[in-house]
């Protein structure tokens, strides 16, 4: 035998609620989200902060290559292609912030590169392409590149680009 709830138990209507017609409608964006002075802060807070930002991206680098060699130890499975994507993402997160615009290009490439199922797979059949990007990461940090129009620094950038492009595998 069914059983009727009592129509207080029941549960409420759906209610749809488009979100152009609700919500915060008070942020105005046409004017400075931040003080001039705040602004300020920051910057000067990032320059104080350089040395240890060159700290910062070299062991980022090196933990890369420990785990571009952890892969090629592990025959580039699935967990160790897994890995250097993710560590390639962080790196993609900061360079430009610890003023290495190239190296962000560069581990967001390689980023490309790995994170589809179909990059995944090239990547573990020929890593050749992964341990490239590694390498031209190493460099920029190695030989101190910042600049984005450093002529290796962009020719690196360009053909890494090129050759995941020519692949068919990185996301649009």
Known sequence: MRRMLPAAMSKPAVQMIDPRDLGLRTL???KPVFSEDAVSRAD?????MAGSMQHWIEAD????????LAADAACWDAASVEALMSAAHDI???????GFPLVTDIAA???????????KA????????????????????????????????????????AEVAKLGVAPR
């Open 28 to 30: 105005d964006l046409q």
């Open 44 to 48: 000067e807070t990032l320059k104080s």
């Open 61 to 68: 680098i090196e933990h890369l290559q420990d785990l571009r």
């Open 92 to 98: 993609k997160g900061v360079g430009a912030t610890y």
């Open 109 to 119: 490439s390689l980023c490309r590169l790995t994170e589809t199922e179909a990059g």
């Open 122 to 161: 090239v990547v573990r059949i020929d890593p050749t392409l992964a341990r490239a990007h590694v390498d031209a990461l190493r460099a920029l940090i190695r030989d101190g590149v910042r600049s984005e129009t450093h002529p290796v620094g962009s020719a690196l950038k360009l053909t890494l680009e």
